[in-house]
């Protein structure tokens, strides 16, 4: 499903060959980030088609070999999969700002910043999501193209690297759209990894004191119907 919307011009619909290339990348990234619904079990064939059209690469091989996974899967357990996995664990939770920021006023306010980005884009954030959510990021990095739409997901590279490496330790089949994502972003260099493998440890900052809650979910009755 679309997460976030916009008016499309004639002249945009010509993209340039390697911009339209990363757009239907991150597209589908989003997609298979987001909760099964029925209308994604609906299109888990046209998904595996994507993932095969896209150029070789180690990112193409990622995204075939999950969706392979994705179209087997029976609907209920891949539901519980994925409720389990991203709206119960803090430690592979879909929302970027709280790796960065954790349960802090600065939270907030990157959260704000986000928001005014999409709509300076001229993109309308999604209703009752908060716009530091995986798959919404990945929609405003298809939409807006390479230069502004991929920022956001430069800026939190070190959250995705902490993200993809609880889903390799949990096992989780999840791994692999981490793993196409993060190939196509800028490797991290040696700080920037001692700087995951500490927060990895330490966790993100804490804040308690006067703080509207904008964590993620801890109990699945709160996320899914």
């Known amino acids: 499903m679309r997460l976030l919307t916009r008016r499309v011009t004639r002249r945009e ?14 597209r589908l990234i989003s997609l298979l980030l987001q909760y099964p619904d029925a209308e994604l079990l609906a299109a888990r064939d046209e998904l ?18 999950f969706t392979a996974w994705y179209a ?8 519980r999969a994925y409720v389990e996995t991203f709206d119960l664990r803090r430690r592979s939770s879909l929302y970027l700002t709280y790796y960065l ?3 802090t006023r600065r939270r907030g306010m990157a959260l704000l910043t986000l928001k005014q980005r999409y709509r ?6 999604p209703e009752g999501e ?11 990095a298809a939409l807006a193209g390479p230069s502004i739409g991929e920022a956001p997901l430069r800026q939190h590279r070190k959250g995705l690297e902490l993200i993809r490496t ?60």
């Open 101 to 103: 920021h954790g349960d």
């Open 48 to 65: 595996s088609r994507a993932a095969l059209a896209l150029p070789e690469s180690a990112t193409r091989d990622a995204l075939v070999a």
């Open 166 to 225: 609880a889903l390799r330790e949990a096992g989780s089949s999840y791994s692999l759209v981490l793993d196409a994502l993060c190939a196509e972003l800028p490797d991290l260099s040696a700080a920037e990894r001692a700087a995951v493998a500490d927060l990895a440890l330490a966790g993100p900052p804490a804040e308690e004191v006067g703080l509207a809650p904008y964590g993620p979910p801890l109990n699945e009755t709160e996320v899914r119907p």
């Open 13 to 26: 619909t010509s993209a340039f060959e390697e911009p339209a290339r990363r757009a239907a990348l991150f």
């Open 130 to 140: 908060l716009p530091d959510y995986l798959p919404v990021v990945c929609e405003f």
């Open 120 to 125: 300076v884009a001229g993109l309308t954030p």
């Open 72 to 79: 087997e899967c029976e609907p209920m357990p891949l539901a």
